[in-house]
């Protein structure tokens, strides 16, 4: 997406950082409402704008952060504690847009539009309330949505019947909304004639699609919600949204409740075809998932659970099946074939879920049994079908789906990466939580070995252990200081004393296995007590991005497309977001491209459930895409093992 008018920051694609919003927001009649606060924490480059967004925070625009509607105005200051002055004049670049849009005082008082800041450092963003109810608005990385959604509500007032109009209740609420083909089914016939007279025939119908769901007493209209889930093996993030202003109210994620029975889909394939009742009680453990979080954002936002009467929901074509009920056993078993690649919509309740009681859910469509509905919901929030440039989108996790486009094909394919992204299968590998590594600096240089090594750990804690982005930063920075080889082999200990003196006596062995430690609890611990890096989690994560590296290389292969063609990189996921562009390039996960080119989209998936919600004609194009993009099989390609050997190294 161009941003115009402001030079991209420099960053070295590294590390977090972390946005204090205050958020403030008016109540109906406009009286002000205390603040709320909010920390989120973004890889560096990611716009002030698109953090609000994937993070459910509401800042203005009409144009989708494109950097043309100025309305986008936030206060940036430097955090508390760093000599809050207001004054950050130096460190916020001013576009000519802010020109524009703000008097030299506001600016000096660190007011710009949000879509053009780059967040390369610690800030605290101030977001004003709210001052336009928008017909638009924006999900994924700044893709604008115009409101049409297949919710809608209609108030009307009736003639009450005589002798001499004796049509029935529902010709005559059909006759008042005649825009639209109505149809209306059993539930609703058996409450209209009550709730019409009860009513004074002041009624509000709730409808979905053309089909008439309901008939509310009175005026209902400001009251229509909805929630998009982003169903991940792992994780599920519901958003509840008012899909009037398409505002997002809250959004909560939790574990998956499926992990007891396996952490990929492999093992939770397999389960149900160990033992046929699995089936159940997986569908009944994602029904009680959807259902937590739904309860969830209804509580936080207020909002009565009955006036959400739809769902869209992005899983991988597990996930969908599971949680429909449908056998997987064919999913997981060559030549892996999808009952259905568009699942038909059902009844919320069907899930579990407790909302309307004819609230309908959506799922998203598959393009293969490993290239699923999160990653059709992930390319409709980046616009891959729209986009004109050649771009990559790699979702990285432990199955890897690719997309390529050169602006006119579309092809995408699916890469067994393994479990290395998520901790798995690493020694001292754990999930993103509380004590993981997330980021590591190394610096062969430093004076003292204390120094040598800087480590960024969620939630500032000790740290226990080492996540997927701290995985690949490790691995990256070791092979930039020349402590691994090209080939992945961590050097001797006499190399090592000449490469990087400071660095040396944190090489050790464990048993027969040499490692890099990464954190010692304390002077006197043992290696195998610390946190590190061990010869096998390289070799892990070798095999991990050689399989990915040999997917997106076949695909550039196929369309003729060189690295240097590739004008954006997506990485999305909650893996991929959290990834360092530069570590990313250096061990060769994505092409070999300059940083700034490489952007953390964060979970499109759930922000193409949104826009589903949001939009009919955004739904429609989810559909659409699975006519515009060819499913590539790699693992039947005669090239792909020379590749894939090709890819192993560093
Ligand atoms: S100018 Fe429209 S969102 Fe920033």
């Known amino acids: 997406m161009e941003r115009p008018g402001a030079e991209p920051a420099i960053h070295d694609g ?6 204090a919003f205050t958020v403030h927001s008016k109540a109906e009649g406009g009286a002000d409402v205390p603040p709320t606060e909010r920390g989120v924490r973004v890889p560096p480059g990611v716009t002030v704008f698109d953090a609000a967004s994937w993070n459910g925070i509401a800042i203005d625009s009409t144009c989708g952060g494109h950097g043309t509607c100025h309305k986008c105005k936030v206060r940036i200051s430097p955090p508390s504690g760093e000599g809050a002055d207001g004054r950050v004049g130096a460190q916020v670049p001013i576009t000519r847009h802010d020109v524009r849009t703000f008097t030299s005082d506001q600016l000096a008082q660190g007011w710009r539009l949000g879509c053009l800041v780059q967040a390369t450092r610690n800030l605290a963003v101030e977001v004003p309330p709210l001052t336009t109810r928008p017909k638009a608005a924006t999900v994924g990385i700044g893709r604008q949505v115009i409101l049409r959604p297949a919710l809608q509500k209609r108030y009307v007032e009736l003639a009450e019947a005589t002798l001499s109009d004796q049509r029935t209740d529902l010709v005559r609420l059909t006759d008042a909304i005649d825009d639209l083909e109505l149809t209306a089914d059993l539930h609703v016939l058996r409450r209209l004639s009550t709730v019409l007279r009860e009513a004074d025939f002041k009624v509000t119908a709730v409808i979905i699609d053309e089909a008439l769901v309901d008939v509310e007493p009175g005026d209902t209209t400001g009251a229509r919600y909805a929630i998009a889930f982003d169903l991940g093996t792992t994780t599920v993030v519901g958003t509840l949204l008012d899909v009037g202003t398409g505002t997002p ?5 939790s574990l998956n409740k499926q992990q007891p029975f396996g952490g990929d889909v492999i093992t939770r394939i397999s389960a149900t075809m160990m033992d046929k009742d699995t089936l159940g009680r997986l569908q009944a453990a994602a029904g009680a998932t959807l259902a937590e979080l739904a309860s969830q954002v209804c509580r936080e936002a207020g909002v009565d659970p009955a006036q959400v009467y739809e769902v869209a929901v992005a899983g991988n ?4 099946a599971l949680a429909l009920g449908i056998d997987p056993e064919p999913l ?7 009952s259905s690649a568009q699942p038909p919509t059902v009844l919320a309740s069907e899930l579990g879920l407790t909302l309307h009681p004819r609230a309908r859910a959506f799922f998203f469509p598959a393009l293969g049994a490993y290239v699923g509905g999160d990653i059709v919901a992930g390319m409709l929030a980046t616009g891959m079908d729209r986009d004109k440039r050649a771009r990559l989108f790699i979702d990285v996790g432990t199955n890897c789906e690719i997309v390529l486009s050169d602006g006119e ?3 995408s394919t699916a890469a067994p990466a393994g479990p290395a992204f998520e901790g798995g299968a690493i020694r001292c590998g754990m999930r993103a939580a509380d004590g993981a590594i997330e980021v590591i600096k190394v610096d062969p240089h430093a004076l003292g070995n204390d120094q040598a090594v800087t480590l960024g750990v969620i939630g500032d804690v000790e740290p226990r252990g080492l996540c997927g982005s701290g995985l690949v930063d490790a691995v990256a920075e070791l092979v ?5 080889d090209s080939s992945g082999r961590l050097v001797t200990d006499e190399a090592a004393k000449e490469i990087a003196p400071a660095l040396a006596d944190r090489l050790a062995k464990i048993g027969e296995e040499r490692v890099f430690i990464l954190h010692r609890p304390t002077a006197e611990s043992e ?3 610390c946190v590190y890096l061990s010869q096998r989690d390289v070799r892990e994560l070798q095999f991990a991005k050689a399989a990915i590296s040999t997917g997106w290389t076949l695909l550039l292969e196929q369309l003729g497309l060189e690295h240097g063609d590739v004008q954006q990189v997506l990485l999305a996921g909650s893996f991929g977001s959290y990834l360092s562009p530069a570590s990313a390039v250096r061990i060769g996960l994505v092409p070999k491209l300059p940083v700034l080119r490489i952007v953390a989209a964060g979970n499109v998936a759930g922000e193409g459930a949104k826009m ?11 559909l659409a895409l699975l006519e515009e993009v060819t499913y590539v099989e790699l693992s039947d390609r005669p090239d792909f093992n020379d590749s894939f050997v090709e890819q192993l190294s560093f």
């Open 14 to 19: 590294t590390g977090r950082v972390d946005l």
């Open 332 to 338: 997981g078993v060559a030549p892996f074939v999808m």
């Open 527 to 529: 290696p195998a007590e």
């Open 612 to 622: 589903a919600l949001l939009s009919v004609r955004e739904r429609a194009g989810a």
């Open 317 to 320: 074509a597990t996930m969908t």
């Open 409 to 411: 094909t579309i092809l």
């Open 480 to 484: 930039r200081v020349g402590l691994l």
């Open 249 to 253: 109210l809250a959004v909560t994620s």
